[in-house]
């Protein structure tokens, strides 16, 4: 059985670029949450996608979006990249019942320079 | 609001010896409790859940915490350390707001095991 699977692993790019980030949740799973973790931080929550459509978000700024698809899988879009946007960004799916856990895919490492 | 302050960013024990991780919290009604697992490079792992049943709660790979609402502590304990346990772990609450769920980190905890 398929975890969450990101893509791509690593990413560099340079200041004021635009990049996306691609998420496929676990089977069966409905709900897809993106989690930003900066070095030698823990993750912090940026946004929770249900049914296409956006259930919460953290407190980042517009340049951060994302969306979901009919079959769950999502993007994350940074637009006007700045160095302070350097971080593992993880995503996270769950079937709309927290207490079972989230199942978190291994990350894109992105790198602003 | 919800949110946990695991107390040591470091812990360094041997191999065979106890470990303990220290993890409090803070919520304005019964939380649910997680400890996750982060191994280098590698996305992460969810080693065990409290959701107010029993107070003790028994993960994978023998860890296990005890929840004690009269301290506000949820500390992850394993009887003897294994070199694979090296890693970050990371207690995490979660947050029940505005009509949707979310996890709040705590800061982390590096753990080193040595020979």
């Known amino acids: 059985d398929a975890g969450v699977t990101q893509s791509p692993t690593h990413l560099i790019k340079t200041r004021g670029q635009q990049v996306t980030l691609r998420c496929s949740p676990k089977?069966?799973?409905?709900?897809v949450s993106w989690y930003q973790q900066a070095l030698g931080q823990g993750p912090q929550f940026i946004f929770q996608?249900?049914?296409?459509?956006?259930?919460g978000r953290g407190n980042f700024p517009d340049r951060f979006s994302a969306r979901q698809f009919p079959n769950y899988s999502s993007e994350l879009n940074v637009n006007a990249l700045l160095l302070g946007d350097s971080a593992l960004y993880l995503c996270?799916?769950?079937?709309?019942?927290?207490?079972?856990?989230?199942?978190f895919g291994s990350g894109t490492r992105l790198t602003v320079v | 609001a919800q949110s946990v302050t695991q107390l040591d960013s470091h812990v360094s024990v041997s191999e065979g010896t106890p470990v303990l991780l220290r993890c409090n919290y803070s919520?304005?009604?019964?939380?649910?409790l997680f400890w996750y697992v982060q191994h280098p490079n590698k996305g992460l792992q969810l080693l065990l859940k409290?959701?107010?049943?029993?107070?003790l709660v028994k993960g994978i790979n023998g860890f296990e915490a005890e929840f004690k609402k009269s301290e506000t502590s949820f500390h992850l304990t394993k009887p003897s350390a294994h070199m694979s346990d090296a890693a970050e772990y990371f207690c995490?609450?979660?947050?029940?707001?505005?009509?949707?769920?979310?996890?709040?980190f705590g800061a982390g905890t590096r753990l080193a095991v040595h020979p």
């Open positions: 996270a799916s769950s079937d709309g019942v927290p207490l079972y856990g989230y199942t």
């Open positions: 089977s069966g799973h409905d709900t």
């Open positions: 995490v609450v979660i947050s029940s707001s505005g009509g949707y769920n979310k996890l709040i």
């Open positions: 409290y959701t107010s049943a029993a107070t």
């Open positions: 996608y249900y049914e296409k459509e956006e259930r």
């Open positions: 919520s304005s009604y019964s939380p649910s």
